[in-house]
């Protein structure tokens, strides 16, 4: 039985990422930061299924001896202070986790076993104010937030530790990816659980920033995949995931929308609260790579993802 360990096991990622390895026969460890409630809300269907450590990427000891105790084949790093606008407002704290905690990672490798295959979740918030339309494994980068430039440091030193020590070290350049999984904060979970609330009568408005920003977004669940087919090549290397299309934020809304029968412009309001110091206008992923390499292709189309993530929200507030 392949042994994995997934840091950011609680999070959306980690929690479809676990479903299927453990479809897949792996034995699953589970890397959650000590909190003082838990939070399993994600992954409570099949917590018992695998194995929940305590550990933190701010934390070189905890590394070391989860390694050490679990001896994994593969390990996911998908832990990471994640939301971008909390970037400028703990930037320090961003780059410690995000950035310094994916070489912490990497040491530990290093010095437990070099042979185990690593996974980077990268991300396309690296491209930043793009400068190449669109967005390939040799498209520059130029980040825009503190997050993003957080991310182009684990993306170089997995690179690095690769090119130096040989380690198979590889780095998913993920565009965004949701589900009725995603964090609340985040602008499409925002959007379906508002027009849930609105049309249950349980909120009035929806408050929003940038309308026009424009992202390439596809669902969690195929973008998991992606994932562990990196990890079964023959050699480490980087690779754009996404769906090729893009589409902004108030197409999002119109399609929420009117699934439950509204019009968007009379509930959505424009607050600058919610507009970032400096934006990611564009985001499309050129994933011929992946597609040739991989032959992974996602499954979810983008009128599907809304709808889903709208039913999702519907469902669970009727519940409630
Ligand atoms: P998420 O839902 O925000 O999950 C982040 C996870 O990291 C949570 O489990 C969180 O634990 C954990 N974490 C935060 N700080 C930690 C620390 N110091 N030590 C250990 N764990 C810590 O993020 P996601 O959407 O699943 O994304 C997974 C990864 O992919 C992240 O690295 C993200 O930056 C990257 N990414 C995401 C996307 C996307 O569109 N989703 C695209 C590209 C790249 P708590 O539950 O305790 O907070
Ligand atoms: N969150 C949020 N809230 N975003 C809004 C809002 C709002 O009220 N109104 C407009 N937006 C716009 C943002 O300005 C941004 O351009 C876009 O919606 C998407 O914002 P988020 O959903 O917060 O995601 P993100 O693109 O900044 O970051 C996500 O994707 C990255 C990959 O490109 C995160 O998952 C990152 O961790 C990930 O790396």
Known sequence: MPTAIITGITGQDGSYLAELLLQKGYHVIGVARRSSTVNYERIQHFVDD??????????????LS????????E???LAAQSFVPTSWNQPALTGDVTALGVTRMLE????????????????????????????????????????GVAKVYGHWITVNYRESFNMFATSGILFNHESPRRGMEFVTRKISNAVTGIKLGK??????????????????????EAMWLMLQQDHPDNYVIGTGET???????EIAFSHVDLDY????????????????????????KARMQLKWEPAVSFKELVTMMVDADLARLKKQ
């Open 50 to 63: 695998i194995t929940i450590v305590q550990g933190d990427l701010q934390d070189q000891g905890s590394l």
């Open 66 to 73: 989860l390694l050490e105790e679990y001896k994994p084949t």
């Open 75 to 77: 390990v996911y790093n």
């Open 108 to 147: 530990a490798i290093r010095f437990v076993n070099p042979k185990i295959r690593f996974y980077q979740a990268s991300s396309s918030e690296m491209f930043g104010k793009v400068l190449e339309v669109p967005q390939n494994e040799n498209t520059p980068f130029y980040p825009r937030s503190p997050y």
């Open 203 to 224: 909120m009035k408005e929806l408050r929003l920033g940038n309308l026009e920003a424009q992202r390439d977004w596809g669902f969690a669940g195929d973008y998991v």
């Open 247 to 253: 589409h902004a934020v108030r197409e999002f809304c």
């Open 265 to 288: 412009k009379d509930y959505v309001v424009m607050d600058e609260k919610f507009y970032r110091p400096a934006e990611v206008d564009l985001l499309i992923s050129d994933p011929s």
